[in-house]
């Protein structure tokens, strides 16, 4: 069983900064693309940032400029910085990867989700 695990969320001025992580946990998988996703209320979930095994990323019209995406590997771990963070920007923010177990054909894997709440 593989599980995804995230920290980092929280109440954040506008203007400042958050990092997210999310670790993967379990034994004898792989991880592909891993890639974060939000959810706001009455709203649907929406793509955040991507990230290929390579390191490849794709961001949101939205976040370009003001979030980054990164992984390490060897942690299997991804990781989401946040700046100049924006009332729009209040989401609960969901991990998401592709996984193969056991060399199984990669499905998808998502997070508990975290808070992340931008106000004055």
């Known amino acids: 069983q593989v599980q995804l695990v995230e920290s980092g969320g929280g109440l954040v001025q506008p203007g400042g900064s958050l990092r997210l992580s999310c670790a993967a946990s379990g034994s004898s998988f792989s991880i592909n693309a891993m890639g974060w996703y939000r959810q706001a209320p009455g709203k649907q979930r929406e793509l955040v940032a991507t990230?290929?095994?390579?390191?490849?990323?794709n961001y949101a019209d939205s976040v370009k400029g003001r979030f980054t995406i990164s992984r390490d590997n060897a942690k299997n771990t991804v990781y989401l910085r946040m700046n100049s963070l924006k009332h729009e920007d209040t989401a609960v923010y969901y991990c998401n990867a592709n996984i193969s177990v056991a060399l199984t054909y990669p499905k998808p894997y998502w997070g508990q989700g975290t808070q992340v709440t931008v106000s004055s």
């Open positions: 990230i290929t095994s390579g390191g490849s990323t």
